[in-house]
């Protein structure tokens, strides 16, 4: 017999009530019953209508629990004495008999009136559907075989009538249920209920043979009754394990936003048949703390949750495990907070979060008020909150690699990427109430810091790395409060002013410039601060990020002679005297040798051995001294000759390797190469003519390229990397992990190996972060089968860890800085030595000596 529970939902259907449904009960079952059962017989021996009530109450009373959505609904065996009734007491007696059982149990579990009204109406269906078949059927003595038959398919007919008027009661209050509540109704119908009635039939054989046959009788029902409640739990935990097991492939699956964490919210509620579910998030990087609901009732916060000092969000964090209250076991407080939520029962977990701080789950009310949760359900929830919480660590680290290329990691400032983004956000806006089309709408400060250089080479990149968080602290104390500062690279710093005309930013440039004008503690020196300032503005200096991000750089070249600000002048697109200059000299430079490289050596992180140097360019000016290589490269770029620079920077490099390859050493040399060279369509023909020319073999050179030229589409739409890649030479990406863009296109792209960009490898040794995301990347390349190497390792603690992780090799200053070939000459027989060729291989290697 199944056992319905109707609740009313918010938006009412036309039955949903509960008293129309069991009105409805009793408008079918009471013209069937007089139909029906009028025929009798009415008159019946009390002890043996006893013994049915008796039995029906047994029956009932051991059953399977259902839930669908806001129904719950149970399945017994109570065709044994379905059966037994309508053999010894007749259809009449037995319809009351079960009716009268039906309404003491579900008084007994307190099912509500409808609820048991509608049952009792059942019931009496059932018996009547069965009579009316017994009347069709050959019903003959007990113990003939047709007679059988015909009691097992009369008893299994109207037990299916009656899942029937299950299903359409769910249907009429909560819409068509599916496929899915079908099964759960009529499966357990088909496979109890054949056994039931062939278990009553043998007992009536039993007795009508002989009286003493209850000495047999009496523990076989025993020990069915016990088979039969461990068959129930068995069902149970079955279906507590499919439940675990749906909810992990759906949150496999989820998307790494907030639609992803609502729908690992809904998908508890679901499985868990909750009214509602809670999950509190702790704030992580820039994403303030988050309450995600999923509720019944469509409310998106409520209190309780997000409150640190709640009592459940306490207890929870220090129990073993999920903790259950509910209002008829919990105490004054615990009621307290039951109340403050306004429900009646709960589940509660703290959450593994990426944060540092645990978040917290949970699980409020059964949306059936018969089912109440269980330590059953609280073994669910905590393998569910397994699952939780890898999804939400996923998340949180997709979300990490996405801050990652969106922030500076040293100072946690936006980089350019993310300044580009938001300047075009800001300039799509149209202004609104000003009828002037050239009015302020944006403000754009770059700031360069002045002895960033010299700290570099004076004290390391430790220090420099201080100076730049110093200088990122006072510009956010002094910038404006709308403001949005970014760290561009290297020394340089940005600051976007929303709604501020060309005037109202330069005074806000120099006010900047002037708080931040102090003297900082620093490696243990004093420094002071300067700052050099270039102003643009738009919309008149440009109406999108490129445009205006080029005009502020200009400006500030144009700021070290002009006091220390300036502003964007077409003027300034000459690039001042001193650009215009060293435009017209970078190819005398190169002839007269002013434009040089330097080595820096690159080692396996196993062996030691060196495996590589890298070639990075320097101009050496007379009249300028040291001009620093972003400067001048930006400038070749602009005025077409990188081409020239690349070639001449390659030919030394090259002829470098040669003068190893005539002393029997492999040493290959990596060169660094624009993506303007990439689009030259001769690139090709001038790196292997390079090669030729200094009869180097192709396996010699690895060409570094910057994962924006790699995911540039004019370079991904042509054949160039590959064509590269055919002479033989390695391809390398250059500051992996800056440009979260190319990661998804790495297994289509001809590239063998990743330079980690060093502000993921100063700060490993002090954090634990810096490290994980580290080894993230180190896996990630080598799951596509990539080789990876390390740039700025500076102590043994970092080139330790970088080993443990399977990091192939290391760059840095604890190998050695950037040498001038005679120095490097002077390094090599210093620090290292010569280990003979390896099987099959032409030339000897160099080692690092310990």
């Not at 609502?262 to 499985?271: A, G, Y």
């Not at 100072?411 to 002037?436: F, H, K, M, W, Y």
Request: proline share 5%; hydrophobic share 50%.
């Amino acid at each position: 017999m199944a056992e319905h529970d109707v609740r009313p939902a918010r938006r009412e259907r036309p039955l949903s009530s509960p008293w129309a449904i069991a009105a409805l009960g009793l408008l079918l079952a009471v013209p069937v019953a007089v139909l029906l059962l009028s025929g009798g017989p009415f008159t019946v021996s009390v002890p043996i209508l006893l013994v049915a009530v008796l039995a029906f109450v047994a029956g009932e009373s051991f059953s399977l629990e259902f839930e669908f959505r806001r129904q719950s609904f149970s399945c017994s065996a109570s065709e044994l004495a379905f059966v037994i009734a309508l053999v010894e007491v007749g259809g009449f007696w037995a319809a009351a008999a079960r009716a009268a059982a039906v309404g003491a149990v579900l008084l007994a579990k307190g099912f509500s009136h409808p609820k048991i009204v509608f049952n009792m109406a059942a019931a009496v269906v059932e018996v009547a559907v069965a009579v009316a078949l017994l009347r069709w059927l050959p019903v003959g003595d007990i113990g003939s075989p047709e007679t059988w038959i015909s009691y097992l398919v009369a008893v299994l007919i109207a037990s299916m009538v009656g899942a029937s008027l299950i299903a359409l009661a769910i249907t009429l209050s909560q819409g068509y249920p599916g496929r899915e509540l079908w099964a759960s109704l009529f499966l357990p119908v088909a496979v109890i209920g054949p056994v039931a009635v062939l278990v009553g039939l043998s007992i009536l054989l039993l007795v009508h043979a002989t009286v003493w046959s209850w000495l047999l009788i009496t523990p076989l029902t025993v020990a069915l009754v016990l088979v039969y409640r461990r068959f129930a739990a068995v069902t149970r935990e079955g279906q507590s394990l499919e439940r675990v097991y749906g909810f992990a492939r759906r949150v496999e699956q989820v998307a790494a936003d907030d639609a992803g964490t609502m729908q690992i919210v809904e998908s508890l509620r679901e499985l868990l048949n909750a009214e509602r579910v809670a999950m509190w998030l702790p704030p992580y990087l820039d994403e303030p703390p988050r309450l995600v609901v999923a509720a019944e009732d469509g409310r998106a916060w409520y209190d309780g949750p997000g409150d640190p000092d709640d009592i459940f969000r306490r207890a929870a964090a220090v129990a073993d495990g999920p903790i259950l209250v509910s209002a008829g076991r919990a105490d004054e407080r615990e009621v307290a907070g039951l109340a403050r939520r306004g429900v009646s029962e709960l589940l509660a977990a703290p959450l593994a979060t990426a944060a540092g701080e645990a978040g917290y789950l949970e699980v409020c009310d059964r949306r059936s008020d018969v089912v109440s949760f269980a330590e059953a359900d609280r073994g669910a929830f905590a393998s569910m909150l397994t699952h939780v919480n890898a999804a939400i660590r996923h998340q949180q680290l997709l979300t990490q690699i996405r801050y990652d290329a969106d922030h500076d990691r040293l100072t946690g400032l936006p980089n350019r990427q993310r300044l580009a983004v938001e300047i075009d956000a800001l300039l799509a806006v149209e202004p609104v109430g000003s009828a002037d089309p050239a009015a302020g709408r944006a403000g754009l400060i770059f700031a360069a810091v002045g002895n960033y250089t010299e700290v570099t080479d004076t004290l390391g990149h430790a220090a420099s790395d201080e100076l730049l968080l110093v200088t990122a602290g006072l510009l956010r104390e002094h910038a404006p409060p709308q403001a949005l500062l970014a760290r561009m690279e290297s020394e340089r710093f940005a600051v976007l002013l929303p709604g501020l005309s060309l005037a109202a930013t330069e005074r806000a440039a120099r006010r900047l410039r002037e708080a931040a004008a102090t003297r900082v503690r620093v490696a243990g020196l004093d420094l002071e601060v300067t700052l050099t300032i270039g102003v643009a503005a738009a919309p008149v200096h440009g109406t999108d990020s490129g445009m205006l991000m080029q005009r502020a750089d200009v400006a500030l070249l144009a700021a070290a002679d002009s006091g220390g600000v300036a502003s964007y002048h077409p003027v300034l697109d000459q690039q001042s005297l001193r650009r215009l200059q060293l435009g017209t000299e970078i190819e005398q430079a190169m002839a007269d040798g002013q434009i040089s490289v330097v080595f820096q050596p690159i080692i396996d992180a196993q062996t030691s051995d060196i495996v590589s140097v890298e070639t990075l360019v320097r101009w050496a000016h007379p009249r300028y001294g040291s001009i620093p290589p972003d400067d001048f490269i930006h400038l070749a770029e602009q005025i077409g000759r990188i081409g020239a620079v690349t070639d001449h920077v390659l030919d030394l490099a090259l002829a470098r390797c040669r003068r190893w390859l005539d002393q029997d050493i492999a040493l290959s040399v990596a060169v660094n190469l624009s993506v303007h060279c990439l689009t030259e369509p001769d690139l090709l023909s001038r790196v292997r003519s390079a090669l030729q020319r200094h009869g180097v073999p192709g396996e010699l050179l690895t060409l570094e390229l910057t994962e924006g030229s790699v995911v540039d589409d004019s370079v991904r739409d042509s054949t160039v990397l590959a064509d590269l890649h055919d002479l033989g030479l390695r391809l390398s990406m250059d500051d992996f992990g800056t440009g979260y863009s190319s990661l998804s296109q790495l297994r289509q792209l001809p590239i063998d190996e990743v330079k980690i960009d060093k502000s993921f490898v100063l700060g490993m040794s002090t954090s634990q972060g810096e490290s994980f995301i580290a080894r993230s990347i180190i896996e990630l390349a080598h799951n596509l089968g990539l080789r990876v190497v390390a740039e700025g390792v500076e102590d043994e603690m970092t080139r330790n860890l970088l080993a443990e992780m399977g990091c192939d090799k290391l760059q840095g200053f604890l190998v050695s800085r950037p040498l001038p070939d005679d120095r490097l000459e002077n390094w090599l027989l210093a620090r290292t030595g010569v280990r003979t060729a390896s099987p099959g291989a032409a030339h000897r290697r160099l080692f690092v000596r310990g």
